[in-house]
């Protein structure tokens, strides 16, 4: 089985402009993305997918795989079926978000392993347990599974209501995922519908049209970088490790 590692690397952003070239510790942060998920075992490629000539030279620049894509995509989905396009022999494709530094690798080989073992699945992404200060905040999605770990709903309210105190988990659900090539491409083609839209969760498309997702459980901690707050957390964090190695 071929596997693919894609970062989407979107140059504009409303909260930090210029983010994928945001310095961390001394590298852009696509850079840090890269060399996280390049530590994955299981990809047989990492590829940096951007619409912006400063990313691609700076991927170039570090000696990173990279490929220019349009710049009218509306979503993320939309440039990842632009790069399964162009990779026909691929069969899984994992998309990594470009604004995740601190990505660990063995999540990405987490995920292709659930379609080494099941030849039918289609989709799959991942949820952590999510600390209860932040579980009313709309900006974290949180995701409920059925007892076979396929997802049920996602939502950006409080999932599922606490009728009953502790009996279960609050999961945030992390937009990392992986798709079979064949039906990345059939889900991008899919029009929006009506939960998505109300929800502004893309992910919710494959359910409302019957389509199963798979969700793996993990207790990593992500730190996505959205703020220059995040960014000053994250530098912080990276540098601090890099002293520790020393």
């Known amino acids: ?29 696509i850079q840090r993305v890269y060399e996280r998920a390049s530590l994955a075992k299981l990809p047989n490629e990492v590829l940096v997918a951007t619409d912006n000539e400063k990313v691609f030279a700076a991927v170039k620049n570090f000696g990173g795989s990279v490929v220019m894509t349009s710049a009218e995509h509306a979503t993320g989905t939309d440039r990842l079926a632009e790069v399964a396009q162009k990779y026909p022999d691929v069969d899984v494709i994992i998309n990594v978000q470009g604004d995740e530094p601190l990505i660990e690798p063995s999540i990405i080989d987490n995920l292709a392993e659930v379609f080494e073992k099941d030849s039918e699945l289609n989709m799959a992404t991942l949820m952590t347990p999510i600390p209860e200060a932040e579980q009313n905040n709309p900006n974290n999605v949180k995701v409920v599974t059925d007892l076979q770990g396929y997802a049920l709903y996602f939502s950006r309210s409080l999932l599922p209501y606490p009728r009953k105190a502790d009996e279960i988990p609050v999961y945030k659900h992390i937009g990392i995922y ?29 359910l409302e049209n019957g389509y199963k997702i798979k969700v793996l459980k993990t207790d990593f901690h992500f730190i996505g970088v959205d703020t220059v707050e995040d960014l000053e957390k994250v530098n912080q964090l990276l540098k601090k490790e890099i002293v520790e190695g020393l």
Request: with cysteine; aromatic share 6%.
């Open 178 to 206: 992986a798709y079979r090539r064949d039906f990345l491409l059939k889900f991008a083609a899919m029009p929006s519908t009506p939960l998505e839209k109300s929800e502004s969760l893309e992910q919710l498309r494959a």
């Open 1 to 29: 089985m071929k596997i693919l590692c894609v970062i989407p690397a979107r140059y504009a952003s409303t909260r930090l402009p210029g983010k994928p070239l945001a310095d961390i510790a001394g590298k852009p942060m």
